[in-house]
């Protein structure tokens, strides 16, 4: 017997899978009756089958199109704050979706104010509050010394610093004071040595040379500091003495950007200023040494203090080792306290041994000791050179952030009130159903919230790709450093913090304020004369202008100071001009260093496309200067210097007033010689300058030129005396010095042939800093052009956002009062007249904004005003035109919807009603 | 869809809602006019066979059950799960019975369709 055919297995489970329970037996229960009833039927089971799927198909539909109408219905039977979120949420979305243009702008605002603060927050952490990644940073202390007046000794590579009682600190200790301090018996404090190189010379293989930022530490400084290594081994005692084999370190960054990340360059060996050294270890990726950047560069070479008399030779003195002298003040000290130990009291012996010391030395006089005492300095983010040169930018992009923040948020308030006006009926209507308020709050700071949460995911997008050109404004002109602003999991918390801080600034008034309309308000609405006024979307409109105001006066008073920057004459001719530097003394002796100078020259004069070359010790218009006591018939005062070599004038373009240029002929077996500038020449020799003479750092020089004066530190800076000699008659040769030529040519086009000319007269001596004049100009105004821009930027957003929120308000105020304007016209009053009637308020709103923002801009004035040049923070020009532009744009917004009103005819108007 | 349900999840608003739906769809009419020729047999299977005879429309077990579900959330139905036989594979079935407002709702729908068709017959062309 054939047995009873079944329905389709597949169907069935289909059918399962949708109904549950009850359904389930039913459904199933009724198609398999159907199924027999079919075979019974003779339908045959081909068709049976058949026709099972097609019902169990059509039961599944059935079923889902109820089950998606009951979705949106499905609160009803099931409660909870999760669920009632949910649907609230969909609410939220579709209300957004049913409004795009309010949703874009409020996003997008959102997006701006967020992602600004999201990069500068992060650029703030990041610049000023990373410690050292080490264990425990806040242990450490930078060791520095209150100097006496009559200190006399001679100092490398060092900087001050002011102790909490404003006192003068000196960072650098002799290292014969230096193993006496790590020898001083301090418990629970550990001393280690170390100091900075501006730049070594690196040659790998048959590379082209590179130049590095560079420290030297002493043995324990990996210990002291418990610095590990990410491969390899960190330095250790016995690499730091004399006689020991010449290792280092390198940073992860040199690893794997000049070593290609390879696990086998430890144990290979690099030329370090033209000495072989051996690479023991890598350290690990975030460090960069103890200072960051600024005065001194990031740190990627790191050899033992054993290693000076190769790294930096200059330090050697004439006679003896360094590191027996006791006038030469070299190595800094940092401590690292354990155990909480009182730095006072750490401080004490320290003091003790260091006066002893001095006085033995000489370096101050037995009855001047008492001021001299070592103080503990916070040491847990290395050096602050950077800091000190950042914070005040940084701080104003963290005001100028926080106000476009507050701007967005202002304007989403205003947005969403305005809206929720004319949703008014709905929460009403919802409120008089039994919604409780809360309900209600929560759901209007949700839409906020989602609206937030859209804006801060485009905000971070934003700050991650902005945040590397905001260290670059604020570092702009500092040289190479080493800050990381990398998407991470704080940034992330720190968007969330904002976006949070955003919903919840935007979205409690109008959720307060719109909640606790009831049912009266239904009434009111049928009246339909009656809308409300809007006065807190008024107030709101008003904060917007006010908190516009400063950004617009900054971005005035930047753009003036840029204009006025450009347009300050330096005296010579920058186009055209290309400068590089070069140091050939790190590797080189004196003459040699000088004979590579003469053949660089005749080298690059060789060049096609070059006009002339020569050298000189400062770049101009880089911030950097030389400066000398001097003495001229018995008068002493300061002349600012640079050395130059041959060719200088021609170089320069600089006009030559009397006497002769510098030239070959000026050696060091020739007299001292010195060209002027005419600013020298009227200080210090009135009349007749050239054939005088004057004294700098104790050498007789004889003035043989005047030239015209020039821009030498910075365009903000008033012309100098100064004086230019030649780069062959300073002390023991010359050292590193910037080549500067001009060509007839894009002086860019010459790279190549400059540095192979460099090449091919010594392969150990590496091309930096090679710009043209017009870009090291820029470079030093760049920070100011990038503030102008960012201020621009920023200004121009609020003013509109502010011009949306003014036009929607006055069109609202247009729809609101149409059937007044009508009564009006038809009782004959003029066009002029109700268009004035529409602009008054937008005139008052703004009015009041700029009278509260202008006293916000002045107030804010003294705080950019060491950045501003040729202008004054209160300028009534930048004011003016500030405070006009602003009103204008204000205007021209409520404008074009009063003018709609006052196009209108009376029976239009009044037929709306 | 109305409005009303979308703006809140509050239990009551949804009452509100179906108390005031009182009309019913084709289907919904088909489905209450066959309980009530069924009398004690308006279960799924039986209803499913009367509109195949008369409608010629095929109805699946799914549509009948929600369809009924609904009508029975409305207050227009109730229904008794009925013991199991071994015909269907030994799974229970559902019988239906109008309730009064189920009753009233047929009767003012099939009122409405009335009036709004009265004298219009003729114009619709015969069969």
């Known amino acids: 017997m054939t047995p009873w055919p079944q329905p389709p297995a597949l169907a069935r489970w289909l059918v399962a899978r949708w109904f549950d329970g009850e359904a389930r037996e039913v459904v199933l229960g009724d198609l398999a009756e159907e199924f027999d009833e079919q075979i019974r039927a003779g339908a045959g089971v081909h068709r049976a089958r058949l026709r099972y799927w097609r019902q169990a198909v059509s039961s599944v539909r059935a079923r889902r199109a109820a089950d998606q109408l009951a979705r949106s219905r499905h609160h009803i039977t099931r409660k909870g704050i999760m669920r009632g979120l949910a649907i609230d949420l969909r609410f939220v979305f579709r209300g957004l979706r049913r409004q795009p243009a309010f949703a874009a702008v409020a996003i997008l605002s959102l997006a701006i104010g967020i992602g600004a603060n999201t990069a500068i927050v992060s650029v703030v952490r990041s610049i000023l509050l990373t410690p050292l990644p080490v264990d425990r940073p806040d242990e450490l202390s930078l060791v520095y010394w209150a100097r006496p007046e009559t200190l006399r000794t001679r100092n490398y590579s060092s900087t001050g610093a002011r102790d909490p009682e404003g006192r003068q600190l000196h960072s650098n200790y002799s290292y014969p004071i230096y193993r006496a301090l790590r020898d001083t018996d301090t418990p629970g404090v550990a001393l280690a040595g170390f100091n900075f190189l501006r730049s070594v010379t690196i040659n790998i293989g048959d590379r082209p040379p590179v130049a590095a930022g560079a420290s030297l530490v002493s043995g324990n400084y990996f210990a002291v500091l418990r610095l590990g290594v990410a491969h390899g081994r960190p330095l250790q005692e016995s690499d730091d003495v004399p006689g020991a084999a010449p290792v280092a370190t390198v940073t992860h960054d040199f690893w794997m950007r000049e070593l290609g990340g390879d696990p086998a360059a430890v144990g290979r060996s690099l030329l370090i200023n033209g000495a072989p050294f051996q690479i023991v270890g890598v350290t690990p990726p975030d460090y960069r040494g103890l200072s960051p950047g600024g005065f001194f560069p990031p740190t990627e070479i790191t050899a033992p203090l054993a290693a000076q008399p190769v790294l930096s030779p200059s330090w050697t003195p004439e006679q003896g080792s360094l590191f027996a002298s006791t006038d030469r003040f070299w190595v800094r000290l940092l401590a690292r306290r354990t155990g909480g130990v009182d730095p006072e009291q750490a401080a004490a012996p320290l003091s003790a041994t260091l006066r002893g010391m001095a006085v033995d030395a000489g370096n101050i006089d037995a009855e001047d000791t008492s001021a001299v005492s070592v103080r503990f300095l916070p040491g847990a983010r290395g050096l602050d050179s950077l800091r000190a040169d950042v914070e005040r930018p940084l701080f104003i992009l963290v005001g100028v952030s926080g106000i476009v923040l507050l701007v967005a948020c202002a304007n989403l308030a205003g947005l969403m009130v305005a809206r929720g006006m004319s949703r008014q009926r709905e929460l009403a209507l919802r409120r008089a159903l039994g919604a409780s308020r809360l309900r209600l709050v929560r759901q209007l700071l949700l839409e906020s919230g989602v609206l937030a949460a859209a804006g801060g995911l485009a905000g971070l997008l934003l700050a991650v790709w902005t945040g590397p050109a905001i260290v670059a404004a604020v570092t702009a002109g500092l040289g190479p450093v080493a800050v990381d602003v990398r998407p991470d999991a704080a940034m992330l918390a720190i968007t969330a913090g904002v976006a949070l801080t955003a919903a919840l600034l935007s979205g409690l008034i109008p959720a307060i304020r719109l909640s606790g309309r009831d049912a009266d308000h239904l009434r009111h609405r049928a009246v339909g004369d009656t809308a409300p006024r809007l006065t807190l979307g008024r107030v709101l409109i008003a904060v917007q202008v006010a908190t516009s105001v400063p950004l617009v006066v900054g971005a005035g008073l930047f753009l003036r100071t840029v204009v006025n920057l450009d347009a300050v004459d330096t005296g010579f001719d920058p186009r055209g001009i290309g400068i590089f530097r070069v140091d050939p003394s790190l590797t080189r002796t004196p003459s040699e260093s000088a004979r590579f100078y003469q053949d660089l020259l005749a080298r690059l004069e060789a060049v096609p496309g070059m006009a002339s070359a020569t050298l000189i010790e400062n770049a101009l218009v880089s911030g950097w200067i030389s400066n000398t006591n001097v003495e001229v018939d018995g008068e002493t005062g300061q002349m600012y210097m640079n050395a130059v070599g041959p060719r200088f004038i021609e170089t320069t373009g600089l006009r030559l007033v009397a006497g002769r240029a510098l030239g070959d002929q000026d050696d060091s077996s020739a007299r001292r010689v010195a060209v002027i500038n005419q600013a020298a020449a009227q200080r210090w020799f009135p009349g007749q300058a050239v054939g005088r003479q004057f004294v700098a750092g104790g050498d007789p020089v004889e003035v043989v030129g005047v030239v015209a004066d020039s821009t030498y530190e910075s365009l903000r800076r008033p012309v100098e005396p100064t004086f230019y000699d030649s780069y062959l008659q300073r002390g023991r040769g010359p050292g590193a010095m910037f080549v500067m030529f001009r060509a007839g040519v894009p002086p860019a086009s010459l790279e190549p042939a400059v540095r192979r000319a460099v090449l091919d007269i010594d392969r150990q001596v590496p091309v930096t800093a090679f710009r043209t004049q017009m870009a090291q100009i820029d470079e030093t105004v760049s920070r100011e052009r990038i503030f102008a821009r960012l201020l621009l930027i920023f200004g121009g957003f609020t003013l509109l956002l502010a011009s949306i929120g003014l036009h929607g308000v006055t069109a609202y105020s247009v729809s609101r009062r149409t059937n007044e304007i009508g009564v009006r016209l038809a009782l004959g009053a003029q066009r002029a007249q109700i268009l004035w009637l529409m602009l008054r308020q937008v005139v008052i709103l703004t009015g009041a904004g700029l009278a509260v923002g202008l006293v916000g801009a002045w107030l804010a004035g003294p705080v950019i005003a060491s950045m501003l040049f040729g202008v004054e923070p209160g300028d009534p020009v930048t004011l003016a035109a500030s405070a006009g532009t602003l009103f204008a744009v204000a205007v021209l917004a409520g404008w074009l919807p009063a003018r709609r009103a006052a196009a209108m005819d009376a029976l239009t108007a009044l037929g709306r009603e | ?127």
């Not at chain 2, 066979?49 to 799914?62: A, D, Q």
């Not at chain 2, 309730?99 to 062309?125: H, N, V």
């Open chain 2, 1 to 127: 869809m109305d409005p009303l349900v979308l703006i809140d999840g509050e239990r009551h608003n949804y009452y509100i809602l179906v108390f005031m739906r009182q009309h019913l769809s084709d289907l919904e009419q088909i489905l209450l006019y066959a309980i009530v020729r069924l009398e004690d047999d308006a279960h799924g299977g039986g209803i499913r066979k009367l509109v195949e005879e008369r409608t010629g429309r095929l109805l699946s077990p799914g549509a009948i059950y929600v369809t009924l579900e609904r009508l029975e959330s409305r207050r227009f139905v109730t229904s008794t799960l009925g013991e199991p036989t071994a015909a269907r594979g030994g799974k229970r079935k559902r019988f239906y019975r109008l309730a009064p407002a189920g009753a009233r709702a047929l009767r003012e729908t099939q009122a409405a369709l009335d009036q709004m068709s009265r004298g219009l017959r003729a114009r619709l062309g015969s069969r």
